[in-house]
């Protein structure tokens, strides 16, 4: 701590002069959390979660809430019996504190603040407090509300994610976000929180409907665009593969992608995005529009794709990126599975102006001042830039739908 002016017993300023003072309080909070790859979870022999719940105080048996994504259990209704069973069979360290309850999954769950004051109910009615631990199981939607609510309850409680599809164990699972969404703009109210642990199990993607499996992928090509260029030329020699989501191909992709993000988020040296930078927002400004204007029937991760297509035309148009890259990358997307126009690009303000380009100011305020936006140089690298050409925006727009007309 720098000291300021000297002070008084009664703590006035010492001199006749008025007298400013400055006390810099200064310290810094090592994070760490481990991000484990495990199968079949919630299998009483898999010691995983018994071992996580104890890390800290292995001799205890700690209070364990459970919150599961909805859209999960209808398509494994027993789940939550399997998770009541392993309580059980490690009774000595999980203390179920009710059964698990499930909760909206999808969007929905984002949309009203309603579902977080209920949760936070929930979590009062149960008596958790800030060494007990909250529980998630679902996709990227519930991990990020169940995030906030344990990252402001009680200002913050043990928060273990088991992300279930592609996107959360990929991406959004092991970061450091949370956020709901208020008056249709993306993750307004939220916080930056790492959490406690987060498991993957890819046992979980057997019931992903397909659509979403695809949606999860466009997070791996987005980070091999802009910091891996050889985990580029694998998803393309696995595009095959990943196409009709083949397990080992799958695995590789997921994990190589928590990598990478892990990385930008230890490495990168802004973890909790201080400065204007969205360093892994490749293709994010014009996605989050889209899932807005389409009322989310975009999955994140498609509009992403149709994203990261219009910012890579462009990265071509602007003079970043030689010509003919934006096909190639075009053309993995579309072999992954994907659709790289929405009419939702064709939609107007009640100006006249593209509705899609109205995403940039909501981008800016996001961020908080300064535009970044991060383009591509060359596959692997990218390159921000603080200004957008709107003329060759439209005309990156109009190339992505002649190429689905053709
Ligand atoms: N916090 C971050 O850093 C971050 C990063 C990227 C995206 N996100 C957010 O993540 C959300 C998207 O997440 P998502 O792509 O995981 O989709 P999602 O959470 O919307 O889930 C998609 C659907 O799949 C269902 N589901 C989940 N797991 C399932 C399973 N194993 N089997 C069958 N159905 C299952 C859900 O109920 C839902 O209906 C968006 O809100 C996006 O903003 C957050
Ligand atoms: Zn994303």
């Avoid at 030689?322 to 053309?331: H, L, N, P, Q, S």
């Avoid at 996001?366 to 535009?371: A, C, I, K, Q, V």
Wanted: aromatic fraction near 8%; charge should be negative; glycine fraction near 10%.
């Amino acid at each position: 701590m720098t000291k300021g002016p000297a002070m008084s017993s009664t703590g006035k300023k010492v001199g006749a002069r008025a007298e400013t003072a400055v006390f810099w309080q200064r310290f810094a909070v090592p994070f760490e959390y481990p991000v484990h790859f495990t199968e079949r979870v919630f299998d009483p022999d898999n010691p995983v979660l018994a071992e996580t719940v104890s890390r800290l105080e292995p001799d205890r048996c700690h209070r364990c809430l459970v919150l599961v994504d909805d859209g999960l259990l209808a398509a494994r209704p027993g789940l939550c019996d399997e998770i009541a069973a392993y309580a059980q069979a490690h009774g000595g360290t999980i203390d179920l504190v009710t059964a698990p309850i499930p909760v909206p999954g999808g969007e929905q769950i984002k949309s009203e603040l309603y579902f977080i004051e209920r949760m936070q109910g929930t979590l009062f009615d149960h008596h958790i407090d800030r060494h007990s631990y909250v529980i998630a199981v679902g996709g990227g939607a519930v991990l990020d509300a169940v995030g906030l609510i344990a990252a402001t309850t009680h200002r913050g409680i043990r928060h273990i994610r088991i992300p279930t599809t592609v996107l959360a164990q990929n991406d959004s699972g092991v970061g450091v976000k949370n956020g709901v969404n208020l008056r249709g703009v993306k993750n307004f109210v939220g916080t930056f929180a790492p959490p406690f642990a987060v498991l993957n199990d890819i046992d979980f993607l057997r019931t992903l409907d397909p659509r979403d499996k695809i949606a999860g992928m466009a997070e791996a090509v987005k980070v091999a665009l802009i910091r891996d260029g050889a985990f580029f030329v694998w998803l393309e020699r696995h595009a095959d593969a990943l196409a009709i989501f083949e397990r080992p191909a799958m695995a590789h992709m997921i994990r190589r992608c928590a990598e990478l993000h892990m990385h930008q988020i230890a490495h990168g040296g802004d973890p909790f995005e201080m400065g204007s930078a969205r360093p892994l927002d490749y293709g994010h400004w014009a996605a989050h529009k889209l899932e807005t204007l389409t009322r989310h029937h975009l999955r994140h991760g498609e509009a992403v794709a149709i994203g990261m297509a219009l910012d890579t035309r462009y990265s071509v148009l602007a003079g970043h990126l030689a010509a003919g890259t934006e096909d190639r990358i075009c053309f993995l997307l579309e072999h992954l599975g994907f659709r790289l126009w929405h009419p939702a690009l064709g939609n107007k303000t009640t100006e006249g102006r593209s509705a899609v380009l109205a995403g940039l100011q909501d981008f800016r305020e996001h961020l908080g001042g300064e535009l970044t936006i991060t383009l591509l140089s060359k596959i692997g690298v990218g390159v921000e830039v603080h200004e957008m050409d709107e003329a060759l925006v439209l005309e990156a727009m109009h190339w992505l739908e002649d190429r689905e007309t053709e």
